[in-house]
């Protein structure tokens, strides 16, 4: 769906001028988070992020399926989930979309993990390239900002926007929030420690880094320290064994870096 929760029906042209018809569907769940039950019902709340949609039916019925990776937004659901307490079988009773367009929608989640408080902590994998999307319109975000052809200078989708962990919390509503802080990378896992500060996280890139997050407060990933992690093998058995090192590569708070998105900073600005 758009930021307005309308089902987008037509998928930008590809490279090779293909078009795919909507409405879509994803085929790849990569996250599933059960939190607990809410206001003493026996209803619990299933958030489910989506990687992809791999494919869709060409516009053109003469041809053949378009493949859709890294083409449209990306979507979270939560179901409302009930249990029979004597049997202990599930039953799905609701399913919603979770809007993300406080934070300009979703770009590839990934896997995800529970908070010690219980939220779901997601990511998006594989960074959109900000130097090819300073001067090409970031077109699969643009479905969502309703923003076709447009690139970020002339106010479609930026690229700097996207490429970071989120946490999704149910209270009385469902909140997306992305934490800009904790470091712009090709998320995968992230997995918050007992004591609710440290944070380490994987990245599903080529030739990239081992990250570690550490909270100023804990319990909250709003702010704080960015690591990276440099092996120092000292045995090559099995697979190698090494001392790690954890080199600081920063301090930030999610408002200093969305500010710099929301004035438009652009890779050249580097």
Known sequence: VDKNGKPILRSAPNAEGE???????????????????????????????????TEAPNVDATRPPVQLYGQLPAAIYQANVEQDKKTGRLQVTEINNVDASASDGIWIPCAASQTPWGTHLGGEEYEPNAREFETEPFQAMNLYTGTLGKNAQSGGSNPYAYGYKFEV??????????HYSMGRLANELG?????????????????????????DKPGHLTAGSLYAAIWMQVAAVNGGKADLRWIPLGHASDDEVHHLVQSGIRFSDI
């Open 19 to 53: 078009v795919a018809q909507g409405p879509f569907y994803s085929f790849s769940p990569d996250a599933n988070s059960l939190l607990g039950t809410q206001h003493g019902k026996n209803t619990a709340q299933l958030l489910t992020h989506f990687e992809y949609s």
């Open 191 to 215: 997995d918050v420690m007992p004591d609710q500060r440290t944070v380490y996280m994987g990245d599903d890139g080529r030739d990239t880094v081992m990250f570690m997050f550490v909270a």
């Open 169 to 178: 919390s149910v209270t009385d509503k469902t909140a997306v929030v992305k």
